[in-house]
């Protein structure tokens, strides 16, 4: 009878030890062998894309598809250019040459003639779509020697085809695009090698847009533990924002939104959420007083100037912005998040009232207005002197300017 009792066991254990065996042979490399990694991070973590994470997170992931963070890069086809390919509307006049946005066996591509002497042309393709579309779109070819942006850009204000940003009004040697340029387009990119100069990719492995995993990083194990335990276990392999300090969340948006960066430490493609963003590089306007600091590109620096910044605890980016919804535009929204801090049975006003209703109680218009930024400015026409690009500033303060508008 033992002997039978012991046989029995054995079989229990064998087997269990067979289903253990099998589940392990079947797991992540061949259960789920359709999960696609994109890119590995420098730290072996896979980038696998944040159409994996529809699979439970589907209302964010829709949401989150909307925002101009998610379609500030894409790969280029003609259906996501802009920009007209029509005659008459696809060119680029410089003083030398001309630039034609054309298509070519289905493949949008720009086309350089030179206007004197031999009138030797030359053809790019359009590799990458960079910005969302929102005040306008550049983009990248892909070249033997590496990554260029091309000359020609897409402005949506004109409606037209301009010189790219700070390209002089001749046909000019393509513009090498390294790290720096990409880090905040992109959820991540390795290089051919660690220099941050170099401008090598293989595009099929850059994770394009700014998405889920950029905020909480790559997302490999994660996706492979959930579909493995049907999203049962409790999973800490992602970075929760709220999990982290204040300054480690600002740090995750500073690192695109602080401006130019100076005295390189570490790749920028190394930053992962939680991590300290002075260890990898340094602000180049650190010390430098709020009033000198450009709307565009540091909003981080001019949010931390604010004296609503200063005087809060708490006060971060997503105090006011939703990173997982497009909210551009929705002034009621961000006037009620004024409104958390500064009641409006508390807080006065120096505007009289008729004048607040004439301008719709509007917080932002008057205490964060649209301001022609010096740093970032297009040249509509050959002739044209450069015209600044209006973005929103950051710095929240009094604009005794802005309460004399009609």
């Not at 009004?169 to 290089?191: E, G, I, Y």
Request: glycine share 6%.
């Amino acid at each position: 009878m033992k002997k039978k009792i012991f046989y029995v066991l054995g079989l229990l254990v064998i087997g269990f030890i067979a289903v253990k065996l099998y589940n392990y042979l079947s797991g992540p490399s061949q259960r789920y062998s359709d999960l696609k990694v994109i890119a590995y991070h420098y730290n072996g973590e896979g980038y696998v894309g944040s159409a994996t994470c529809m699979e439970c997170h589907k209302d964010i992931y829709e949401s989150h598809l909307e925002t101009a963070h998610f379609n500030t890069s894409t790969l280029t086809t003609i259906d996501n250019i802009h920009g007209s390919f029509n005659e008459g509307e696809n060119t680029v006049s410089l003083m030398d040459a001309d630039i034609s946005i054309m298509v070519k066996n289905g493949k949008p591509f720009q086309h350089a003639q030179i206007k004197y002497g031999d009138h030797k042309v030359f053809d790019w393709s359009m590799d990458i779509t960079i910005g969302s579309g929102l005040k306008g779109q550049s983009y990248l070819t892909n070249q033997p020697d590496g990554l260029f942006q091309l000359q020609a850009s897409y402005f949506v204000p004109t409606d037209s085809w301009i010189n790219s940003p700070n390209y002089t009004n001749r046909l000019n040697p393509l513009r090498p695009v390294n790290d720096q340029c990409l880090k905040c387009h992109v959820t991540f990119a390795k290089n051919s090698n660690e220099n941050t100069n170099s401008n090598k990719y293989d595009i099929s492995k850059i994770a394009l847009g700014v998405d889920c995993e950029k905020c909480h990083g790559p997302a490999e194990r994660h996706v492979r533990l959930q579909r493995k335990s049907n999203g049962i276990l409790k999973d800490t392999t992602l970075i929760g924002l709220k999990s982290l300090s204040r300054q480690q969340r600002l740090d995750v948006c500073a690192s695109c939104h602080s401006g130019l960066r100076s005295n390189q430490i570490q790749n920028p493609f190394k930053f992962l959420p939680g991590d300290t963003l002075s260890k990898f590089s340094k602000n180049f306007n650190s010390l430098r007083p709020s009033t000198s600091l450009d709307v565009h590109g540091n909003q981080f620096g001019l949010l931390t100037s604010s004296k609503c910044f200063t005087a809060s605890e708490q006060m971060d980016c997503m105090t006011c912005h939703d990173p997982h919804r497009n909210q551009r535009g929705q002034k009621a929204y961000f006037n009620s998040r004024c409104i958390t801090c500064h009641q409006q049975n508390k807080t006065t006003c120096s505007v009289s009232k008729s004048k607040m209703a004439a301008m719709n109680n509007d917080c932002i218009q008057c205490h964060m207005p649209v301001i022609p930024s010096k740093s970032m400015q297009v040249q509509l026409t050959k002739l044209d002197k450069a015209t600044p690009i209006g973005v929103r500033t950051h710095n929240i303060a009094i604009y005794p300017e802005e309460t004399t508008k009609d």
